[in-house]
């Protein structure tokens, strides 16, 4: 009998007593995610550590218990509580609430950023504008979706903060949530990173949709070479010109900025080789994880939550199409000489997205190399969504 009550006492104390089905869904999905980052390989370095913390919250919660706050989103301040009680992935996540983690991603994502595809094509600034698109779709969606019965929908501060994610910008969509909406920070977040990573799976369907077969074939001439003087001339004017404009986006646009003078102005090779290698791998796997531990299922599953995913994806896909629709339109004035398809790595996931435009060209010209001119309206795209960030903190901060 002592070993029956052994038994049932253990499995009263385990976590299978603790978990809700809220928590299981988001197990599963956690394992979807996980199949999509190891099997299929989509940007398992992003979409790996997301899935596990949130694998690792929604078996054990405590992980990112915080003492001073009974709950993700409407937290109340517990009497006497200490930091040092808090669970450790609550404690890293501090870094993502405090937009030092952003921050440090745009400094390597500079180290790593070739700015001469833009140079020596300007027109991709035009593309990279165009694919901002689904971030003023979804603000109207977010607004209007209060006119469904029995949802109280987003307010102005919280529609901005969830149509970023259109931009395809992680780092600043937690950046822009964390000023405007930080009680919707883990459910945009995620929602930013997943579609992110599932970028191969979005959006080919979209840009097949919009384009002929005639137009997928349309081989681009070789862009020119872009000078030195160029390249490091250029992070220092854009920060000037930008900054001045905008000041709210000098954190994210600056040390973008400061990460690729590291890297062209051949002077800093060791402070160029740490961004791009170790701080970005160290910062990778923190944000990766603390992100997806905000998914715990009891919290994350909701219907507000279910909408931001929801509307995120409406975002991602008319960002698509913005840049696609204006690549068709330069590919007329130029009379055939763009391949529209480069439109769609005007949303500023790099390189993800240009490499989608690298494949897709070459299924329909074996002899095509689109990922060049494609990364032109990519890095434009990581400019145009800080730069769209900061418009929106300007008008709504």
């Not at 394992?31 to 550590?49: D, G, T």
């Not at 609550?90 to 833009?118: E, H, N, Q």
């Not at 990279?128 to 929908?153: C, H, K, M, R, T």
């Not at 950046?175 to 405007?180: E, F, V």
Request: glycine share 8%.
């Amino acid at each position: 009998m002592s070993v029956v009550n052994a038994i049932v006492e253990i499995f009263q104390t385990s976590g299978f007593v603790s978990l809700s089905w809220q928590n299981w869904v988001m197990i599963a999905v956690s394992f979807l995610l996980l199949y999509f980052a190891i099997v299929k390989k989509y940007e398992p370095l992003l979409l790996l550590p997301i899935a596990f913390g949130m694998l690792l919250v929604n078996i054990y919660p405590d992980i990112m218990y915080d003492p001073l706050m009974l709950s993700s989103y409407d937290g109340e301040v517990v009497a006497g509580a200490h930091w040092y009680d808090t669970g450790v992935l609550r404690l890293i996540y501090s870094g993502v609430k405090s937009s030092i983690f952003p921050c440090l991603i745009f400094l390597a994502i500079g180290a790593m950023t070739d700015f001469g595809p833009l140079l020596a094509n300007p027109s991709s600034l035009m593309l990279g504008a165009a694919a901002q698109f689904g971030i003023y779709v979804a603000f109207i969606v977010a607004i209007l979706s209060g006119n469904i019965p029995g949802f109280e929908g987003f307010d102005p501060k919280e529609a901005a903060s969830i149509a970023i994610i259109g931009g395809a910008d992680g780092p600043t969509a937690i950046y822009l949530t964390s000023k405007l909406a930080p009680h919707l920070l883990g459910p945009i977040a995620v929602a930013a990173y997943s579609y992110m990573a599932l970028i191969p799976l979005i959006q080919p369907p979209i840009m097949r949709a919009l384009t002929t077969k005639k137009e997928r074939e349309i081989k681009m001439d070789q862009l020119r070479t872009v000078s030195k003087a160029e390249k490091i001339i250029f992070p220092i004017v854009v920060t000037v010109i930008c900054v001045l404009i905008l000041p709210s986006v000098a954190p994210l646009l600056g040390m973008l900025m400061l990460g690729n003078l590291f890297k062209e102005s051949g002077v800093t090779d060791r402070l160029s080789d740490t961004a791009q290698n170790a701080l970005c791998n160290i910062v990778t796997i923190l944000l990766g994880v603390t992100v997806g531990a905000t998914a715990e299922g009891k919290t994350f599953l909701d219907f507000k939550t279910i909408a931001i995913i929801i509307i995120g994806l409406i975002a991602f896909a008319f960002s698509t199409v913005g840049g696609v629709l204006f690549a068709k339109l330069l590919n007329f004035i130029t009379k055939g000489k763009i391949n529209p398809l480069i439109g769609s790595a005007g949303v500023s996931a790099v390189p993800m997205a240009a490499r989608v435009s690298q494949v897709e060209g070459r299924k329909y010209n074996a002899s095509n190399f689109l990922l060049m001119h494609a990364m032109g309206p990519n890095v434009a795209g990581v400019i145009g969504s800080a730069v769209a960030a900061g418009f929106l903190l300007l008008t709504f901060e």
